[in-house]
């Protein structure tokens, strides 16, 4: 995972103090275990039906509740429906021509095989280098096979610094678990790194900021792009310094000079941070190594699949095994993909076609008593997940809770406040340089996806404290008391 030990795991008790992790950044075998721990200590199994797909959900006005339809035949019924569905559920497989025409093993990342697959001797391709894309690859690079990686848009990939943790330190660190965990609610990201001293990159001289980028990158992690200056997402020029300074530090670690200008041109050909960057342990090593070929989708496009493998203008390469790495109709696809309808009879896909509107990132205009966690026009993919979702979740908590006090029924948000929220989102966009990106935060990495700002760009802290100020009188929300 590319956020680190422990600001990435609940801040419930029983869930931290009964815990230690082995690394900095956990493998998926590692955070497998630590969700059947959490499993075990809050027992939740006993209220989940596993394997089990939601296909349909309505609300019925006279009841006044949720009738919920599964795949297995089921229905439940609820007063309260909370969307927990993911942000990285829908996998995205590009319509590439000729796809089914492929004979070798054709995988989405998605659906990595839990079991190690073995690649030695064989010649496997990966198309898309976003952070799985990168994982893959770095991987792979090591595993005795003859791997090409298809890259459109190169990966400004940052250095995670992987290490091993020992019992001791967590012991001794856990004595402040409690206040590190309340502070992340109050940052931008979720993380409680050192505020700069110096708002604006331009407040710094050369020098400073040479000093500080040098410590942040050897810190590693989002050290240097949560704990940098702040502008670079704002201005281009700003944003070219910090495209500069991660040119060099990779382009020092590629020996080949074609793979070299592929994976970090010395022209800035996106604005850095637009698209996420991923964290690498070796990737920029693993890409220069002789056994790993790069394509340049830029320079040689991809015509289409053949039997054997994958035509670009230059050439077939051909193929055991293709990854599509290709991601996600993210932020909104687990929504919009499912049929779930408001009041009128009108589905999220429907009312979404042009554009997403939710009130607080957590509740739609007709669509009563439902609520949705690590989800659109929320800090989501913009902060780190685990206090953003514990944020939510408390809102929901509190929100019952209110509603039982007062004897209401049923909430739901006014199309305006949905409107004004969706505006401001829009507004603060413009003044970014997201604008320019074709990035799943855009929503543009899905063809006919509407392309907007998806996520809330006011940071974690001002979300936590803009949601509960909405609690304050019910703004924004109609009433249902009998
Ligand atoms: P991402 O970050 O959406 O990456 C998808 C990659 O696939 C990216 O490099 C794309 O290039 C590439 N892609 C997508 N469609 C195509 C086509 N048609 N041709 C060539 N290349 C293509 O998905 P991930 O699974 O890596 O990560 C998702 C998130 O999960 C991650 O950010 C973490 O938050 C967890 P492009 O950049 O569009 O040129």
């Not at 829908?90 to 004979?103: C, D, R």
């Amino acid at each position: 995972m590319d956020s680190e030990v422990p600001f990435y795991a609940l801040s419930i008790t029983e869930a931290w103090k009964t815990w230690k992790w082995a690394e900095r950044f956990p493998g998926h075998e590692e955070i497998r275990r630590y969700f059947q721990h959490c499993d075990k200590v809050l027992d939740l199994s006993k209220d989940a039906f596993f394997n089990t797909i939601v296909t349909e959900a309505r609300y019925d006005v006279d009841s006044l509740k949720w009738t919920i339809k599964t795949n297995t035949g089921g229905t439940a019924y609820a007063t309260y429906l909370i969307m927990a569905t993911g942000s990285s559920y829908k996998t995205h497989i590009p319509g590439f021509e000729g796809l089914s025409n492929y004979k070798g093993i054709l995988l989405h990342s998605s659906a990595w095989p839990k079991e190690q697959m073995n690649v030695i001797g064989k010649r496997v391709g990966v198309i898309g280098n976003g952070a799985t894309g990168v994982q893959i690859v770095q991987t792979l690079a090591q595993e005795g096979c003859e791997l090409t990686t298809f890259i459109r848009t190169p990966n400004v990939a940052l250095p995670m610094r992987q290490r091993q943790l020992t019992d001791d330190e967590q012991n001794v660190s856990k004595g402040f678990y409690e206040s590190l965990y309340a502070s992340t609610r109050n940052t931008i990201a979720g993380f409680p790194f050192n505020s700069v001293k110096k708002a604006s990159i331009w407040d710094a001289t050369p020098e400073e900021r040479l000093e500080l980028f040098n410590e942040l990158w050897d810190r590693g992690g989002f050290n240097f792009t949560v704990g940098n200056f702040r502008d670079y997402l704002r201005d281009k020029k700003a944003n070219a310094i910090f495209y500069d300074f991660w040119a060099q530090k990779v382009r020092a670690r590629i020996t080949d000079p074609w793979k070299r200008d592929v994976v970090a041109p010395l022209e800035q050909t996106q604005y850095f941070g637009t698209k996420r960057p991923s964290l690498e342990r070796d990737y920029y090593e693993a890409l220069d190594q002789p056994n790993v070929t790069v394509v340049s989708l830029k320079k040689t496009p991809l015509v289409r699949f053949e039997e054997n493998g994958i035509r670009t203008t230059e050439k077939l390469h051909e193929f055991d095994i293709v990854v599509l790495a290709t991601g996600f109709n993210a932020v909104t696809g687990s929504l919009t993909e499912m049929d779930l309808y408001d009041t009128e009879g009108r589905t999220v896909r429907d009312k979404w076609r042009d554009g997403v509107y939710t009130y607080l990132g957590l509740t739609i205009p007709k669509m009563p008593n439902l609520f949705m966690v690590y989800s659109p026009q929320a800090p989501t993919a913009f902060a780190n997940g685990t206090p953003v979702i514990e944020i939510q979740i408390d809102w929901i908590a509190d929100v019952i809770t209110k509603m039982r006090e007062e004897n209401i029924r049923a909430i739901t948000p006014r199309f305006e406040a949905a409107d004004e929220w969706r505006s401001n989102i829009q507004s603060m966009n413009q003044n970014t340089l997201h604008i320019y990106s074709d990035s799943w935060y855009m929503g543009s990495n899905i063809p006919g996806k509407k392309r907007e700002q998806l996520l809330y760009l006011g940071g974690l802290g001002t979300y936590n404290r803009v949601t509960k100020e909405a609690l304050d009188g019910w703004k924004g929300f109609e009433l249902t008391r009998t």
